[in-house]
Protein backbone atom coordinates (compact mmCIF):
# COMPACT_ATOMS: atom_id res chain seq x y z
CA UNK A 1 0.00 0.00 0.00
CA UNK A 2 0.86 3.81 -0.47
CA UNK A 3 0.38 6.39 1.16
CA UNK A 4 0.46 9.68 0.25
CA UNK A 5 0.08 12.71 2.85
CA UNK A 6 -1.40 15.72 1.75
CA UNK A 7 -1.62 18.93 3.31
CA UNK A 8 -4.23 21.83 2.63
CA UNK A 9 -6.66 23.14 5.36
CA UNK A 10 -7.38 20.01 6.89
CA UNK A 11 -4.82 17.66 6.13
CA UNK A 12 -5.23 13.73 5.20
CA UNK A 13 -3.97 10.84 3.54
CA UNK A 14 -4.56 9.29 0.18
CA UNK A 15 -4.33 5.09 0.77
CA UNK A 16 -3.37 3.79 -2.70
CA UNK A 17 -3.49 -0.27 -2.93
CA UNK A 18 -5.31 -3.22 -4.09
CA UNK A 19 -7.98 -4.57 -1.33
CA UNK A 20 -8.18 -1.52 0.20
CA UNK A 21 -12.03 -1.21 -0.52
CA UNK A 22 -12.61 -4.58 1.77
CA UNK A 23 -10.66 -2.19 4.43
CA UNK A 24 -12.65 1.12 4.53
CA UNK A 25 -14.59 1.05 7.53
CA UNK A 26 -11.43 0.02 9.95
CA UNK A 27 -9.66 3.17 7.89
CA UNK A 28 -12.52 5.23 8.50
CA UNK A 29 -12.31 4.07 11.93
CA UNK A 30 -8.67 5.89 12.67
CA UNK A 31 -10.11 9.34 11.12
CA UNK A 32 -13.52 9.50 12.31
CA UNK A 33 -16.03 9.00 15.31
CA UNK A 34 -18.84 8.70 13.07
CA UNK A 35 -21.90 6.89 14.29
CA UNK A 36 -23.34 6.79 10.95
CA UNK A 37 -21.58 6.78 7.57
CA UNK A 38 -23.89 7.48 4.12
CA UNK A 39 -22.55 5.78 1.34
CA UNK A 40 -23.30 7.79 -1.53
CA UNK A 41 -23.19 6.02 -5.12
CA UNK A 42 -24.29 5.82 -8.81
CA UNK A 43 -26.78 3.77 -10.18
CA UNK A 44 -23.34 1.35 -11.83
CA UNK A 45 -21.42 1.36 -8.73
CA UNK A 46 -23.27 0.72 -6.05
CA UNK A 47 -24.47 -2.83 -7.80
CA UNK A 48 -20.50 -3.97 -8.09
CA UNK A 49 -19.22 -2.49 -4.85
CA UNK A 50 -21.82 -1.20 -2.46
CA UNK A 51 -22.05 -4.69 -0.14
CA UNK A 52 -18.39 -4.34 0.05
CA UNK A 53 -18.58 -1.10 1.02
CA UNK A 54 -21.07 -1.22 2.99
CA UNK A 55 -19.72 -4.92 5.41
CA UNK A 56 -16.61 -3.46 5.78
CA UNK A 57 -18.18 -0.06 7.60
CA UNK A 58 -20.32 -2.00 9.33
CA UNK A 59 -17.96 -4.64 11.07
CA UNK A 60 -16.31 -1.40 12.02
CA UNK A 61 -19.42 -0.48 14.09
CA UNK A 62 -21.06 2.07 11.91
CA UNK A 63 -24.20 2.06 11.20
CA UNK A 64 -24.70 2.39 7.30
CA UNK A 65 -27.07 4.15 5.49
CA UNK A 66 -26.94 4.60 1.43
CA UNK A 67 -28.17 6.48 -1.32
CA UNK A 68 -28.29 5.47 -5.08
CA UNK A 69 -27.84 8.69 -7.23
CA UNK A 70 -29.12 8.30 -11.16
CA UNK A 71 -26.25 7.98 -13.76
CA UNK A 72 -24.07 10.42 -15.10
CA UNK A 73 -23.31 14.06 -14.91
CA UNK A 74 -26.99 14.75 -14.87
CA UNK A 75 -26.21 13.74 -10.92
CA UNK A 76 -24.14 17.37 -10.38
CA UNK A 77 -27.88 19.12 -10.19
CA UNK A 78 -29.06 21.42 -8.28
CA UNK A 79 -32.29 18.87 -8.28
CA UNK A 80 -30.39 15.89 -6.69
CA UNK A 81 -28.34 17.66 -4.53
CA UNK A 82 -32.02 18.51 -3.15
CA UNK A 83 -32.67 15.16 -2.61
CA UNK A 84 -29.85 13.86 -1.27
CA UNK A 85 -29.78 16.45 1.64
CA UNK A 86 -33.52 15.53 2.06
CA UNK A 87 -32.27 12.55 2.41
CA UNK A 88 -29.52 12.89 4.97
CA UNK A 89 -32.08 15.15 7.22
CA UNK A 90 -34.46 12.71 7.12
CA UNK A 91 -32.16 9.76 8.09
CA UNK A 92 -31.16 12.21 10.92
CA UNK A 93 -27.42 12.41 10.08
CA UNK A 94 -25.65 14.62 12.41
CA UNK A 95 -22.62 16.86 12.13
CA UNK A 96 -20.48 14.29 13.68
CA UNK A 97 -21.35 11.81 11.05
CA UNK A 98 -19.93 10.98 7.58
CA UNK A 99 -20.59 10.80 4.03
CA UNK A 100 -18.75 7.65 1.83
CA UNK A 101 -18.65 9.27 -1.87
CA UNK A 102 -18.13 5.62 -3.60
CA UNK A 103 -17.83 6.22 -7.38
CA UNK A 104 -16.48 8.49 -10.25
CA UNK A 105 -16.12 11.97 -10.33
CA UNK A 106 -19.67 12.99 -10.35
CA UNK A 107 -20.23 10.84 -7.68
CA UNK A 108 -17.41 12.94 -5.66
CA UNK A 109 -18.00 16.51 -6.71
CA UNK A 110 -21.80 15.80 -5.41
CA UNK A 111 -21.17 14.18 -2.39
CA UNK A 112 -18.13 16.98 -1.58
CA UNK A 113 -20.56 19.63 -2.17
CA UNK A 114 -23.45 17.79 0.05
CA UNK A 115 -21.05 16.98 2.94
CA UNK A 116 -19.45 20.50 2.69
CA UNK A 117 -22.97 22.19 3.30
CA UNK A 118 -25.16 19.89 5.15
CA UNK A 119 -25.58 21.24 8.77
CA UNK A 120 -22.08 23.66 7.41
CA UNK A 121 -20.28 20.52 7.15
CA UNK A 122 -19.92 17.49 7.60
CA UNK A 123 -16.83 14.55 6.84
CA UNK A 124 -16.99 13.07 3.84
CA UNK A 125 -14.44 9.83 2.70
CA UNK A 126 -13.88 9.73 -1.11
CA UNK A 127 -13.41 6.10 -2.66
CA UNK A 128 -12.86 6.69 -6.28
CA UNK A 129 -13.63 4.43 -8.87
CA UNK A 130 -13.05 5.49 -12.00
CA UNK A 131 -9.10 5.87 -13.29
CA UNK A 132 -10.14 10.05 -12.86
CA UNK A 133 -10.92 10.35 -9.71
CA UNK A 134 -8.40 8.22 -8.71
CA UNK A 135 -5.51 11.10 -10.29
CA UNK A 136 -7.51 13.72 -10.29
CA UNK A 137 -10.73 14.62 -8.62
CA UNK A 138 -11.08 12.62 -5.27
CA UNK A 139 -8.03 14.74 -4.24
CA UNK A 140 -7.58 18.32 -3.79
CA UNK A 141 -10.48 19.61 -2.31
CA UNK A 142 -12.78 20.66 -5.03
CA UNK A 143 -16.53 20.07 -4.98
CA UNK A 144 -19.30 21.12 -7.09
CA UNK A 145 -22.31 20.64 -8.69
CA UNK A 146 -23.86 22.05 -12.03
CA UNK A 147 -26.15 24.78 -13.39
CA UNK A 148 -28.12 24.73 -16.43
CA UNK A 149 -25.45 27.53 -17.68
CA UNK A 150 -22.43 25.52 -17.19
CA UNK A 151 -20.37 23.41 -15.32
CA UNK A 152 -19.20 23.17 -11.65
CA UNK A 153 -20.93 26.97 -11.41
CA UNK A 154 -21.68 25.79 -7.56
CA UNK A 155 -19.47 24.68 -5.25
CA UNK A 156 -16.55 25.17 -2.62
CA UNK A 157 -13.04 24.31 -1.80
CA UNK A 158 -13.51 21.24 0.89
CA UNK A 159 -11.30 18.31 1.56
CA UNK A 160 -12.24 14.92 3.10
CA UNK A 161 -11.25 13.35 5.97
CA UNK A 162 -9.62 10.30 3.53
CA UNK A 163 -9.15 9.25 0.31
CA UNK A 164 -8.83 5.48 -0.56
CA UNK A 165 -8.01 4.06 -3.86
CA UNK A 166 -8.65 0.46 -4.31
CA UNK A 167 -7.12 0.16 -8.31
CA UNK A 168 -8.46 -3.24 -8.58
CA UNK A 169 -12.24 -1.71 -8.89
CA UNK A 170 -10.99 -0.05 -11.79
CA UNK A 171 -11.12 -3.54 -13.69
CA UNK A 172 -14.88 -3.39 -14.01
CA UNK A 173 -14.15 0.22 -15.82
CA UNK A 174 -15.29 0.51 -19.07
CA UNK A 175 -12.61 0.81 -21.86
CA UNK A 176 -13.54 4.07 -22.82
CA UNK A 177 -14.25 5.37 -19.32
CA UNK A 178 -10.24 4.35 -18.36
CA UNK A 179 -8.99 6.04 -21.68
CA UNK A 180 -10.88 9.42 -20.56
CA UNK A 181 -8.91 8.88 -17.25
CA UNK A 182 -5.83 8.64 -19.40
CA UNK A 183 -6.06 12.43 -20.80
CA UNK A 184 -5.81 13.44 -17.00
CA UNK A 185 -2.77 11.19 -16.27
CA UNK A 186 -1.29 12.38 -19.74
CA UNK A 187 -1.96 15.65 -18.38
CA UNK A 188 0.51 15.41 -15.62
CA UNK A 189 3.22 14.19 -17.93
CA UNK A 190 2.63 17.27 -20.25
CA UNK A 191 2.46 20.24 -17.25
CA UNK A 192 4.79 18.62 -15.09
CA UNK A 193 7.29 15.66 -15.71
CA UNK A 194 9.06 14.87 -19.28
CA UNK A 195 10.26 11.45 -16.92
CA UNK A 196 6.48 10.53 -16.35
CA UNK A 197 5.32 11.13 -19.58
CA UNK A 198 8.22 8.74 -21.13
CA UNK A 199 6.85 6.06 -18.57
CA UNK A 200 3.24 6.79 -19.94
CA UNK A 201 4.05 6.47 -23.83
CA UNK A 202 6.56 3.23 -23.04
CA UNK A 203 4.22 1.05 -20.50
CA UNK A 204 0.93 0.88 -21.03
CA UNK A 205 -1.45 2.76 -18.17
CA UNK A 206 -2.80 -0.67 -16.39
CA UNK A 207 0.66 -2.84 -16.08
CA UNK A 208 1.93 0.40 -13.95
CA UNK A 209 -1.82 1.09 -12.09
CA UNK A 210 -0.60 1.92 -8.61
CA UNK A 211 2.62 3.97 -9.74
CA UNK A 212 0.48 6.01 -12.06
CA UNK A 213 -2.13 6.90 -9.62
CA UNK A 214 0.63 7.92 -7.15
CA UNK A 215 2.63 9.49 -9.31
CA UNK A 216 -0.61 11.81 -10.29
CA UNK A 217 -1.68 12.37 -6.60
CA UNK A 218 1.56 13.38 -5.32
CA UNK A 219 1.86 15.58 -8.07
CA UNK A 220 -1.10 17.44 -7.73
CA UNK A 221 -0.61 17.28 -3.45
CA UNK A 222 2.29 19.19 -4.50
CA UNK A 223 0.45 22.07 -6.49
CA UNK A 224 -2.65 22.00 -4.17
CA UNK A 225 -0.35 22.21 -0.84
CA UNK A 226 1.04 25.81 -2.83
CA UNK A 227 -2.33 26.72 -3.28
CA UNK A 228 -5.33 25.17 -2.50
CA UNK A 229 -7.57 27.80 -3.59
CA UNK A 230 -6.94 27.94 -7.23
CA UNK A 231 -5.19 31.46 -7.36
CA UNK A 232 -2.54 30.63 -9.03
CA UNK A 233 -0.26 27.34 -9.69
CA UNK A 234 -3.32 25.31 -9.04
CA UNK A 235 -4.43 26.64 -12.49
CA UNK A 236 -1.98 24.59 -13.85
CA UNK A 237 -4.21 21.52 -13.53
CA UNK A 238 -6.48 23.22 -16.10
CA UNK A 239 -4.23 22.41 -19.11
CA UNK A 240 -6.46 21.46 -22.09
CA UNK A 241 -9.95 22.33 -19.41
CA UNK A 242 -10.78 25.97 -21.54
CA UNK A 243 -10.76 24.58 -24.74
CA UNK A 244 -12.10 21.13 -23.34
CA UNK A 245 -15.00 22.78 -21.74
CA UNK A 246 -16.15 24.81 -24.50
CA UNK A 247 -15.62 21.06 -26.65
CA UNK A 248 -18.12 19.72 -23.81
CA UNK A 249 -20.67 22.56 -23.47
CA UNK A 250 -21.19 22.27 -27.16
CA UNK A 251 -21.71 18.59 -27.29
CA UNK A 252 -24.23 19.46 -25.07
CA UNK A 253 -22.00 17.45 -22.50
CA UNK A 254 -21.95 14.37 -25.08
CA UNK A 255 -18.19 14.14 -25.31
CA UNK A 256 -16.91 12.85 -22.36
CA UNK A 257 -14.77 15.02 -20.23
CA UNK A 258 -11.45 13.00 -20.46
CA UNK A 259 -11.84 13.38 -24.61
CA UNK A 260 -12.75 16.88 -24.27
CA UNK A 261 -9.43 17.51 -22.18
CA UNK A 262 -7.77 15.33 -25.02
CA UNK A 263 -8.94 17.57 -27.68
CA UNK A 264 -8.14 20.65 -25.52
CA UNK A 265 -4.31 19.88 -24.94
CA UNK A 266 -4.22 18.96 -28.75
CA UNK A 267 -5.45 22.61 -29.37
CA UNK A 268 -3.75 24.72 -26.92
CA UNK A 269 -0.22 22.35 -27.54
CA UNK A 270 -0.99 23.49 -31.91
CA UNK A 271 -2.00 27.07 -30.58
CA UNK A 272 1.31 27.74 -28.85
CA UNK A 273 3.75 26.10 -31.16
CA UNK A 274 2.14 28.90 -33.80
CA UNK A 275 2.97 31.37 -31.53
CA UNK A 276 6.40 30.12 -30.80
CA UNK A 277 5.66 29.17 -27.06
CA UNK A 278 6.93 25.40 -28.01
CA UNK A 279 8.44 23.40 -30.74
CA UNK A 280 6.70 21.91 -33.28
CA UNK A 281 8.48 18.31 -32.35
CA UNK A 282 6.87 18.91 -28.90
CA UNK A 283 3.01 19.13 -30.68
CA UNK A 284 3.99 15.96 -32.52
CA UNK A 285 4.71 14.16 -29.45
CA UNK A 286 2.03 15.13 -27.38
CA UNK A 287 0.10 14.06 -30.60
CA UNK A 288 1.31 10.97 -31.32
CA UNK A 289 0.70 10.23 -27.25
CA UNK A 290 -2.92 11.00 -27.29
CA UNK A 291 -3.83 9.02 -30.43
CA UNK A 292 -1.79 6.21 -28.77
CA UNK A 293 -3.86 6.45 -25.96
CA UNK A 294 -7.08 6.27 -28.36
CA UNK A 295 -7.79 9.79 -27.53
CA UNK A 296 -9.31 12.16 -30.28
CA UNK A 297 -7.27 15.17 -30.84
CA UNK A 298 -9.90 17.29 -33.16
CA UNK A 299 -13.20 18.99 -32.91
CA UNK A 300 -15.48 20.18 -36.09
CA UNK A 301 -17.66 22.61 -33.84
CA UNK A 302 -17.39 25.82 -35.52
CA UNK A 303 -15.33 28.55 -33.96
CA UNK A 304 -18.32 31.15 -32.92
CA UNK A 305 -19.70 28.44 -30.97
CA UNK A 306 -16.45 27.55 -29.39
CA UNK A 307 -15.92 31.05 -28.18
CA UNK A 308 -19.21 31.62 -26.73
CA UNK A 309 -19.25 28.52 -24.82
CA UNK A 310 -15.81 29.68 -23.50
CA UNK A 311 -17.52 32.98 -22.39
CA UNK A 312 -19.11 31.52 -19.84
CA UNK A 313 -16.23 29.36 -18.41
CA UNK A 314 -15.57 29.82 -14.51
CA UNK A 315 -11.96 30.31 -15.82
CA UNK A 316 -13.10 33.78 -17.14
CA UNK A 317 -11.65 36.08 -14.48
CA UNK A 318 -13.32 39.59 -16.12
CA UNK A 319 -11.69 40.36 -19.34
CA UNK A 320 -9.17 37.64 -19.11
CA UNK A 321 -8.54 34.41 -19.34
CA UNK A 322 -5.82 32.36 -18.05
CA UNK A 323 -4.67 29.62 -20.56
CA UNK A 324 -2.40 26.72 -19.73
CA UNK A 325 0.65 27.00 -22.31
CA UNK A 326 3.13 23.96 -23.29
CA UNK A 327 6.51 25.03 -23.71
CA UNK A 328 7.56 21.58 -23.70
CA UNK A 329 6.94 18.20 -22.59
CA UNK A 330 6.50 18.74 -18.85
CA UNK A 331 6.81 21.87 -18.78
CA UNK A 332 3.80 24.35 -18.68
CA UNK A 333 3.29 28.16 -17.84
CA UNK A 334 0.21 30.49 -17.00
CA UNK A 335 -0.59 32.98 -19.57
CA UNK A 336 -3.07 35.84 -19.29
CA UNK A 337 -4.96 36.17 -22.26
CA UNK A 338 -7.54 39.13 -22.77
CA UNK A 339 -10.92 37.43 -24.24
CA UNK A 340 -10.67 39.51 -27.06
CA UNK A 341 -7.89 37.05 -28.44
CA UNK A 342 -8.67 33.85 -27.25
CA UNK A 343 -11.14 33.32 -30.79
CA UNK A 344 -7.12 33.76 -31.96
CA UNK A 345 -5.68 31.16 -29.95
CA UNK A 346 -8.66 28.59 -30.71
CA UNK A 347 -8.33 29.25 -34.30
CA UNK A 348 -4.53 28.80 -34.47
CA UNK A 349 -5.15 25.44 -32.35
CA UNK A 350 -6.98 24.28 -35.09
CA UNK A 351 -10.15 24.32 -33.83
CA UNK A 352 -13.16 25.85 -36.41
N1 LIG B 1 -13.19 17.93 -8.22
C1 LIG B 1 -12.22 17.94 -9.11
O1 LIG B 1 -11.11 18.38 -8.85
C2 LIG B 1 -12.49 17.38 -10.47
C3 LIG B 1 -11.43 17.14 -11.34
C4 LIG B 1 -11.69 16.55 -12.56
C5 LIG B 1 -13.00 16.22 -12.91
N2 LIG B 1 -14.02 16.46 -12.04
C6 LIG B 1 -15.40 16.08 -12.37
O2 LIG B 1 -15.46 14.66 -12.44
C7 LIG B 1 -16.55 14.30 -13.27
C8 LIG B 1 -16.13 13.18 -14.19
O3 LIG B 1 -15.73 12.08 -13.40
P1 LIG B 1 -15.66 10.61 -14.01
O4 LIG B 1 -14.96 10.66 -15.31
O5 LIG B 1 -15.13 9.74 -12.94
O6 LIG B 1 -17.17 10.29 -14.40
P2 LIG B 1 -18.35 9.50 -13.66
O7 LIG B 1 -18.31 9.72 -12.23
O8 LIG B 1 -19.61 9.86 -14.38
O9 LIG B 1 -18.01 7.99 -13.96
C9 LIG B 1 -17.94 7.57 -15.31
C10 LIG B 1 -18.78 6.33 -15.58
O10 LIG B 1 -18.14 5.19 -15.08
C11 LIG B 1 -19.04 4.42 -14.28
N3 LIG B 1 -18.19 3.78 -13.27
C12 LIG B 1 -17.52 4.41 -12.28
N4 LIG B 1 -16.74 3.54 -11.63
C13 LIG B 1 -16.92 2.33 -12.21
C14 LIG B 1 -16.36 1.05 -11.99
N5 LIG B 1 -15.40 0.86 -11.10
N6 LIG B 1 -16.81 0.03 -12.75
C15 LIG B 1 -17.75 0.25 -13.71
N7 LIG B 1 -18.29 1.44 -13.98
C16 LIG B 1 -17.86 2.48 -13.24
C17 LIG B 1 -20.03 5.40 -13.80
O11 LIG B 1 -21.25 4.78 -13.46
C18 LIG B 1 -20.17 6.35 -14.97
O12 LIG B 1 -21.06 5.83 -15.91
C19 LIG B 1 -16.98 15.55 -14.00
O13 LIG B 1 -18.20 15.99 -13.45
C20 LIG B 1 -15.87 16.55 -13.69
O14 LIG B 1 -16.35 17.88 -13.66
C21 LIG B 1 -13.78 17.03 -10.84
ZN1 LIG C 1 -10.45 17.26 -15.82
Redesign the pocket.
Known sequence: MTVVPVKASRDYEVLIGAGLLDELGSRLRRVSGAKTAAVIS????FP??GARAIASLEAAGFRVIHYVLP???AA?SLAVYGKLLDFLSVNRMTRGDVLVAL???????LT?FAAATYQRGVGFVQV???L??AV??S??G???I?LPTG??QVGCFYQPLLVLCDPT??????EE?FR??SA?VLKYGVLGSRAFFDELVRTPIHKQLEHVIRTCVEMKRDIVAEDEFDRGKRQLLNLGHSFGHAVEACSGFTV???QAVAIGMAAITRAAAAKGCCSQETVDELLAALEQFGLPTHTEYPLDDMVRSVYTDKKLDGDTMHLVVPEAIGRCRIQAVPITEVRDWMRLGGIG
Open positions: GEHVLYQGEKGGGVTGDGPTTLADSVGKTANKNVLDTLPECGELHG
